[in-house]
């Protein structure tokens, strides 16, 4: 039986750690945080994530929370899945995505999605919102660039990277961006049906309800 946990809520960020963990071979437990409820401000989820929020993992006494920290993790747990690339330019070019992602992509989202963490002002959280709407095109567009430029993110190799990175291709075409994804973003849907055709990212998606990439 497994000794890690995996705290996640369905089309969630988690997705991206949830691939993760579906790629590494080790056994894992899910346990579904509906965000929907307020399940993440819990004080039984809080006193596993004081920050209220999904991915989490806890592996035995260890418990370790945001997707770049829990991504290296099951890289580093399970070497023979070959999640974290050992090439060193190829290991910067990980590490860079995992930054980008979640300190510029993830944060543009946000500004749409979650405008009152920026502001309370109603005139305020509109021009929030529509900033955050042009920048998103700027970073998604960034995204497109950066994926076209290798067979996958960090290089020749696949990685987590191209996980996190799946993730917002999903966020695109959903109904917050609504992105007409293969039209406006070729390449980066391109990665995305390549994602798609791997078991593990099937699992994942299929345990989170989530559509399949067209």
Excluded at 46 to 70: C, H, S, W
Excluded at 105 to 130: F, G
Excluded at 131 to 150: F, Q, S, Y
Excluded at 179 to 205: I, L, N, Q, S
Aim: glycine share 4%; charged share 25%; net charge neutral.
């Amino acid at each position: 039986m497994s000794s890690i946990k995996f705290f996640y809520s369905p089309g969630s960020c988690a997705l991206a750690s949830h691939i993760a963990l579906e790629e590494s071979g080790l056994g894992f437990d899910p346990a579904l945080i509906a965000l929907a409820k307020g399940e993440q401000k819990t004080p039984e989820y809080l006193k596993i994530n004081p920050k209220g929020r999904v991915p989490a993992i806890q592996d035995g006494d260890f418990t370790l929370t945001e997707n770049p920290a829990i991504l290296r993790y099951v890289a580093r747990k399970a070497p023979a899945a070959k999640l974290w690339p050992d090439d060193p330019i190829e290991e910067a070019r990980c590490t860079e995505w995992l930054a980008f992602i979640s300190s510029t992509v993830h944060i543009t989202y946000a500004h749409i999605r979650r405008p009152e963490r920026y502001a309370s002002d109603p005139k305020s959280l509109e021009d929030v919102i529509a900033t955050g709407r042009e920048t998103a095109r700027d970073v998604w567009a960034m995204i497109e660039k950066k994926i076209a430029a290798h067979p996958w993110a960090a290089g020749e190799t696949y990685s987590v990277a191209d996980a996190y990175a799946f993730v917002f291709w999903t966020w695109g075409r959903g109904p917050v961006l609504q992105y007409d994804m293969a039209k406006d973003y070729p390449a980066y849907t391109a990665h995305a049906r390549k994602m798609w055709e791997r078991p593990a990212v099937k699992r994942a998606m299929e345990r989170e309800s989530l559509k399949p990439v067209a």
